[in-house]
Each structure stands twice: as structure tokens, then as C-alpha cells.
T-cell receptor, first 117, second 112 residues
């Protein structure tokens, strides 16, 4: 099984619908992130969570909300989807522990391709 | 101006060529530098990880950091068609509120 699992892999939804993207991880990492990727714009941070009780907005949080249900689960919701939210969405994790064997790198899921029509 | 700039490409090279991928950045506080490889329809995967200036080698890959010029590079020797992917640089200050800042990625195509 993948270390970071995202569901669904693909989703087509209509404008105005509420949709939830889910992410679960087996890495044991405490930090989790949601990014969207658009051609030419790269990865942009939507929300991040350093632990279950710590949720922070990223650079493009408008129109999105998140829930950290457990250390291993972090979901992203689009309350009322609009076409310009069509993008590839990635969940990522990282470990706050430092020292030998730890680094600042992220582990990414395989992504959810969302299309809003 | 973006904090991290990366030429989007595409960069097309013949198999066996040496590939040079580059990023420039504006924040002199960045200390940790990474390269990610992203295949089509997949998530980015960590390829190289370096701290501060200098070189790091791993097989056919060499990461180079020049903090005085705010410039990082990834070299791929003896490039293979399987190296065809998008390469993203990423960097961090490394403080307690740590976040990675990503370049927008360079698409590489290695022709057989």
C-alpha cells in the first residue's frame, strides 16, 4: 500500500456541489498539507496542519476548508465548487522530528484530478 | 516576483546526454534544498536533499547549491528515457514554522 493515499483519484463534479477529498498516511508523520497544482503555476499551498489541533491557511485557502480527523487523516472540502477549482490536488506529509535519519522532505500522494463543470 | 524561479521547459535531449536543471531564488535565508521528480499522473517524489552550499552526488544525479549566487542545479549524467519527467526544486528556511517553497517545475524529455 502507498504511504500516502488519496481518494478519489479522479472526480468530475458540477458547479455549486460540495465535494470532499480524502487523504490518509501510514508514514507516522505529524504534519500534513494540501496543495493544488496548475500548469505554469506549480504547487500552491491550500492548508497545512502541524498536528491534530493545529490547522493553518496557506496561500490560496479561499473556497476550501479542511478537517484533521486523526494524525493519519486530513481531508479537504470544497464547500461550493466552481470551475476555476479544476486542478490536480495533492496531499503531502512531513516529519517534524530532526536528527539523524530525518529530513525536511515531503512525501506526496498520487493526487486527485478534480474537474468542476 | 516569485521566491523561486524555474524554467518550465520543455527540455528535450538525446539519450546519454548530460542534463542540467536549474532554479534561482530570492530569499537568502533558505538553507535546505531539494529536488523532486514527478512523472505524469503521479505525485512528486523526493530525489535529492542538500543542506547549505556544496555538491551532493547520488548515482547519476548531482545536486549543486551556490548560495552566493542564489542558484541551485541538478545534473543528470547518462540520461535515460525513464528520466523523462517534470523536475521541481524546493527549498526551506528550516525554522520551526517550516514550509517548503516549490519552483513551478521543468519538464524533461529524453529521446531514445
Amino acid at each position: 500500500d502507498a504511504d500516502v493515499t488519496q481518494t478519489p483519484r479522479n472526480r468530475i463534479t458540477k458547479t455549486g456541489k460540495r465535494i470532499m477529498l480524502e487523504c490518509s498516511q501510514t508514514k507516522g508523520h505529524d504534519r500534513m498539507y494540501w496543495y493544488r497544482q496548475d500548469p505554469g503555476l506549480g504547487l500552491r499551498l491550500i492548508y497545512y496542519s502541524f498536528d491534530v489541533k493545529d490547522i493553518n491557511k496557506g496561500e490560496i485557502s479561499d473556497g476550501y476548508s479542511v478537517s484533521r480527523q486523526a494524525q493519519a487523516k486530513f481531508s479537504l472540502s470544497l464547500e461550493s465548487a466552481i470551475p476555476n477549482q479544476t486542478a490536480l490536488y495533492f496531499c503531502a506529509t512531513s516529519d517534524s522530528r530532526r536528527g539523524e535519519g530525518f529530513n525536511y522532505g515531503y512525501t506526496f500522494g498520487s493526487g486527485t484530478r478534480l474537474t468542476v463543470v | 516576483q516569485k521566491e523561486v524561479e524555474q524554467d518550465p521547459g520543455p527540455l528535450s535531449v538525446p539519450e546519454g546526454a548530460i542534463v542540467s536543471l536549474n532554479c534561482t531564488y530570492s530569499n537568502s535565508a533558505f538553507q535546505y534544498f531539494m529536488w523532486y521528480r514527478q512523472y505524469s499522473r503521479k505525485g512528486p517524489e523526493l530525489l535529492m536533499y542538500t543542506y547549505s552550499s556544496g555538491n551532493k552526488e547520488d548515482g547519476r544525479f548531482t545536486a549543486q547549491v551556490d548560495k552566493s549566487s542564489k542558484y541551485i542545479s541538478l545534473f543528470i549524467r547518462d540520461s535515460q528515457p525513464s528520466d523523462s519527467a517534470t523536475y521541481l526544486c524546493a527549498m526551506s528556511v528550516g525554522d520551526s514554522s517550516y514550509k517548503l517553497i516549490f519552483g513551478s517545475g521543468t519538464r524533461l524529455l529524453v529521446r531514445p
